[in-house]
C-alpha cells in the first residue's frame, strides 16, 4: 500500500497489524512497558476510549470528537507532544538570559549497554550536568553554578537505537565566591570531548564493575585518544519565544520516526527515508514489517521515567531565588530579565485552525458556532454535561434578610426564572440530540 495520500494511521495501521506476531519472535518485549504503550496509541482516536460531543444551538447538527493519547509514541499525536513540551519548557526559561544547546554522544559500542540496561539512562542524565559544569568551572578557573535542562532521546535518524543527550545550558555560570555572573564566550572544545568521555567512562564502571566493563572503558579511552564527541553550538539560542520554541522543538522534541518519512507499506516491508548525519543527504532504507516494529517500539521507555530534567540554576526550586539574584546580576550584564518566556497552551480548536484546516466548531451545516454539549469517558461516564454546567451557572444565589431569617433568590426576580432563554433554546433541539 502506498502512502502518498500521507494516511495519518499508516503508523498505527503497521503497529497493530503485527504488533502480536513481533511479541511472538521477541518474547521479551511482551510486557507492561511495551503492551501499555501499543494498546494507548492504537486506541488513539477511537471513540470506545472517550470523546466530546459538540452541538449547534441553531440548527441541532451534532459532532463528536474522540479524544486522542497524546503519547510520545503515537505519531498522530506528535504535533500535540510538541506543543506541551514547548509550554512546559518556555514557563521556566529566564528572559533575559543567554542559553547554549549542547549534544553529549557516545560510540555505537556503547549503546547496546544501555539498551540492555534501562537503568543506566537516569544515570547518564546526571552525569551531562555534572560534566558541563565541572568543564565551566575549570575554564573559568573557579566554583560556578550553570543551568541545565536535559533532554534524552534514544532514536538516531535512522531510527536505530542511539541514546544521547540534548542539554540546554546557560551561556555561562554564577560564580560560587563571589556570587557574579560569569559569561561563557568561548570554551576549548578539546576539553569538552575529554570531560565528556571521563564523565561517561567512569559512571559506566562505577555502576557495571565487571571486568568485562573495565576493559570496555580500557579500549574506549584508547580507541578515542582525543575524547567522546560533545557538540556545543556555536551560536546562541534565540532571545525572543516564538523563535526559541521553535529551536528547541526542532532539535529536542522528535519522534523515532515522522509519518511523512514513511514512504511504503505492502503488509511485509516498510519502506521510509532518514536524512543522512554524514552526507546530509535523503537515504532510503527497506525493512522487514517486524524488524519495523522492533525499531519503533525499542524507544519506548520505562513507565513513569522522566525523560527531561532540570538541573542548577534550572531547578524548579531553586528558581525564585534564582531569578531575584539573576534580575540584580544581568542589569549590568545585559538586557535586563522581566519574567519567562509564556506560550499560552493551545486548544484543540486553536490546534486544528493553525494547521490550516476550517475550524472544527464551526458548523458545516449553517455555519454557526457550536458549543460543549457533553464529555464521556470510559471510566468515569459523562463528566460533562451541558444540562449540569447551565445549572450551575444560572443557579440563583441565597441570601437571609437581616432580622426575618427568611432566604430570598438573588437576582431572580419576582418570577424566579432562571436562565430561561438558555433553557428554551436547549429544549428546542432535543429532537435532533440523538447520539
Known amino acids: 500500500m502506498s502512502n ?3 494516511d495519518k494511521n499508516i503508523f498505527k495501521q503497521i503497529i497493530g497489524e503485527n504488533w502480536e506476531a513481533f511479541k511472538k519472535r521477541y518474547p521479551q518485549f511482551d510486557q507492561p512497558r511495551y503492551n501499555d504503550a501499543v494498546k494507548k496509541m492504537l486506541g488513539c482516536g477511537e471513540k470506545e476510549n472517550g470523546y466530546a460531543c459538540y452541538v449547534c444551538c441553531s440548527c441541532g447538527e451534532m459532532v463528536t470528537v474522540s479524544f486522542s493519547c497524546k503519547s510520545s509514541f503515537c505519531l498522530a499525536c506528535g504535533k500535540v507532544y510538541s506543543d506541551n513540551w514547548v509550554d512546559q519548557i518556555s514557563e521556566i526559561l ?3 538570559m543567554c542559553y547554549r544547546h549542547v549534544v553529549l554522544t557516545m560510540p555505537e559500542d556503547l549503546r547496546r549497554i544501555f539498551f540492555e ?3 543506566l539512562l537516569a544515570e547518564l542524565i546526571k552525569i551531562g550536568p555534572q560534566m558541563l559544569t565541572a568543564a565551566l568551572s575549570d575554564w573559568f578557573k573557579e566554583a560556578v553554578e550553570v543551568g541545565c535542562i536535559v533532554v534524552l532521546q534514544t532514536a538516531g535518524r535512522s531510527g536505530h537505537y542511539n541514546p544521547h543527550l540534548h542539554i540546554i545550558m546557560t551561556s ?3 560564580s560560587k565566591s563571589s556570587g557574579q555572573w560569569r559569561s561563557l564566550q568561548y570554551i576549548n572544545f578539546e576539553m569538552l570531548h575529554k570531560k565528556w568521555q571521563y564523565f561517561l567512562l567512569t559512571m559506566l564502571r562505577e555502576q557495571i564493575n565487571t571486568p568485562e566493563m573495565r576493559a570496555t572503558v580500557a579500549r574506549m579511552y584508547e580507541q578515542y585518544p582525543k575524547g567522546l564527541v560533545a557538540f556545543l553550538d556555536k551560536g546562541r539560542m534565540p532571545h525572543n519565544s516564538e523563535g526559541l520554541a521553535r529551536y528547541l522543538v526542532k532539535y ?22 532518514y536524512k ?9 532504507e527497506t525493512v522487514d514489517v517486524i524488524r519495523f516494529v522492533g525499531l519503533m517500539v525499542q524507544h519506548i521507555l520505562p513507565k513513569g521515567f522522566q525523560r527531561i530534567r532540570y538541573y542548577g540554576l534550572q531547578a524548579t526550586a531553586k528558581r525564585p531565588k534564582v531569578l531575584l539574584l539573576l534580575k540584580k546580576i544581568m542589569q549590568t550584564v545585559t538586557r535586563a530579565i522581566s519574567g519567562v518566556y509564556k506560550i499560552v ?6 490546534r486544528v485552525m493553525d494547521s490550516g484546516c476550517q475550524d472544527p466548531l ?7 458556532a457550536m458549543v460543549l454539549y457533553f464529555i464521556w469517558h470510559p471510566d468515569h461516564g459523562y463528566i460533562y454535561d451541558f444540562w449540569d454546567a447551565s445549572e450551575k451557572c444560572h443557579e440563583p444565589q441565597t441570601e437571609t434578610k437581616a432580622g426575618t431569617g427568611t432566604e430570598t433568590k438573588a437576582g431572580t426576580g419576582s418570577s424566579g426564572l432562571v436562565g430561561h432563554r438558555e433553557r428554551s433554546q436547549v429544549q428546542m433541539l432535543m429532537p435532533f440530540m440523538q447520539v
Do not use: N
Not at 276 to 284: A, L, M, R, S
Not at 345 to 350: E, G, I, L, S
Open 117 to 119: 540496561e534501562p537503568k
Open 172 to 174: 555561562g555560570g554564577l
Open 362 to 368: 464551526k458548523c458545516k451545516k449553517c455555519g454557526d
Open 94 to 96: 529566564y528572559d533575559g
Open 252 to 273: 529536542v522534541v522528535s519522534p523515532p520516526i515522522a509519518i511523512s518519512r514513511i514512504l511504503e507499506y505492502d503488509g511485509k516491508q516498510v519502506v521510509y527515508w
Open 4 to 6: 502518498d495520500h500521507k
Open 345 to 350: 497552551k493551545k486548544t484543540f480548536r486553536q
Open 276 to 284: 543522512d548525519h554524514e552526507t546530509g543527504k535523503k537515504k532510503t
